[in-house]
Structure formats: structure tokens, C-alpha cells
T-cell receptor
Framework: TQLLEQSPQFLSIQEGENLTVYCNSSSVFSSLQWYRQEPGEGPVLLVTVVTGGEVKKLKRLTFQFGDARKDSSLHITAAQPGDTGLYLCAGAWAGGTSYGKLTFGQGTILTVHP | DTGVSQDPRHKITKRGQNVTFRCDPISEHNRLYWYRQTLGQGPEFLTYFQNEAQLEKSRLLSDRFSAERPKGSFSTLEIQRTEQGDSAMYLC????????????????FGSGTRLTVV
């Protein structure tokens, strides 16, 4: 069973601060995605990373995929109250019937205070 | 396309009753997934379909749970003899099937069905 460990589980910060969320696995991902979820809604895709060492930027969000494709990070610069939500990493492993099926981490609940 | 639709949004049922949820995916998507999520946790995989074929079902899923996707379009998830531990948000997602050995496409999730078993 492939597992994803996300940390921290909770983050409570002030507007303007920076933060980083981590996602780790003992298995090699074929690809990894990050989602953001607001209360009462389904997760919304932020980014997909597939190449080891890959870095992608989405405005104030920077996503990094580890060289060995076992870990990833999400860095938010100058957080705003609108960034508040549940951040989820999700990995896919190649092979068998699990091909293309995502396994989600437990999530990081981010609260940004004005 | 209006995205992935789930019905109902909320369901309150008494323990022991059967419930059925419906999911209408994005029409071009051949994959459909069901996940379960409890408050503050990540979604937990239940089952998924490619077209009308059910390709995988979680080992954690008891035989009280069954899902169908007739004709490869909408899907239903039924829970028989509900228990209080079944209370959760049930999420449906759809996507295109992977190509070239990579998960090229993200999932599009519905807003979920929140089940409360009393």
C-alpha cells in the first residue's frame, strides 16, 4: 500500500507570512498533483508535476518535485486570507489496475489571519 | 459542460437504511472515481471505473457498498444497512484516462454528497 505523508497537518499564520507544506512517500511517484479544497466543496486541481526536480509556479505558489520523485513541496509567499483552505497532495504510481488512480495525503489545513 | 454533478448534496438517514448517490461526470471523461472524506482529512479511495468497467475496489470497502456505471455515463454508489461510521462526504471525480505512462490529467471533483447516519 502506497502512503503519502503530509506535514504539517495544521498551519495558522498571519497575512503576509510565507509557508511551506511537505508531501513524502517511500515509493516513487509517476506523477504528483496538488489540490486545494474549501469547506463543503470538492478539491480543485492546482498543479501536476511529473519530472524529478521540476519546479512550477502559480502566482504566489511554488511547487517542487523531488529529484527522486518521492517527495514534493508547496511554498506560498506572502499568504493572504483567501489562501485559507485544505491543501492536498495526491500521487499516482504506475502499473497494474492502480494506473492513474490517485492516493491522497491527509491534507494540511491552512488558516491565514488578516 | 457544467462539470461534475452529484446528487443529493446532503442526506440524513437512519441507521440500517439504504442510500444511493448519483454522479454525473464530465461527458468527455472516460474515468470516474468515488472517494470518501471525513472532516479535515484527505479523500480515501473507494472505487473507480473506466467507461462501464469497474477496475478497482478498495479492500477497505465492505460488501455493503456497491457502485455501478451503466453505459459508461453516470454512476451510482449504494450503501446498504448504513452504520454511523458511514457518515462522511462522498466525492465523485472524473478524468480522462492516463496516456503515455503518466497521469497527464487532473481530476475534476463534484461538490460531494454529505451523508449523516443517525
Amino acid at each position: 500500500t502506497q502512503l503519502l505523508e503530509q506535514s504539517p497537518q495544521f498551519l495558522s499564520i498571519q497575512e503576509g507570512e510565507n509557508l511551506t507544506v511537505y508531501c513524502n512517500s517511500s515509493s516513487v511517484f509517476s506523477s504528483l498533483q496538488w489540490y486545494r479544497q474549501e469547506p463543503g466543496e470538492g478539491p480543485v486541481l492546482l498543479v501536476t508535476v511529473v519530472t524529478g526536480g521540476e519546479v512550477k509556479k502559480l502566482k504566489r505558489l511554488t511547487f517542487q518535485f523531488g529529484d527522486a520523485r518521492k517527495d514534493s513541496s508547496l511554498h506560498i509567499t506572502a499568504a493572504q486570507p483567501g489562501d485559507t483552505g485544505l491543501y492536498l497532495c495526491a500521487g499516482a504510481w504506475a502499473g497494474g489496475t492502480s494506473y492513474g488512480k490517485l492516493t491522497f495525503g491527509q491534507g494540511t489545513i491552512l488558516t491565514v489571519h488578516p | 459542460d457544467t462539470g461534475v454533478s452529484q446528487d443529493p448534496r446532503h442526506k440524513i438517514t437512519k441507521r440500517g437504511q439504504n442510500v444511493t448517490f448519483r454522479c454525473d461526470p464530465i461527458s468527455e471523461h472516460n474515468r470516474l472515481y468515488w472517494y470518501r472524506q471525513t472532516l479535515g482529512q484527505g479523500p480515501e479511495f473507494l472505487t473507480y471505473f473506466q467507461n462501464e468497467a469497474q477496475l478497482e475496489k478498495s479492500r477497505l470497502l465492505s460488501d455493503r457498498f456497491s457502485a455501478e456505471r451503466p453505459k459508461g455515463s453516470f454512476s451510482t454508489l449504494e450503501i446498504q444497512r448504513t452504520e454511523q461510521g458511514d457518515s462522511a462526504m462522498y466525492l465523485c471525480a472524473s478524468s480522462l484516462a492516463p496516456r503515455g505512462g503518466l497521469l497527464n490529467y487532473g481530476y475534476t471533483f463534484g461538490s460531494g454528497t454529505r451523508l449523516t447516519v443517525v
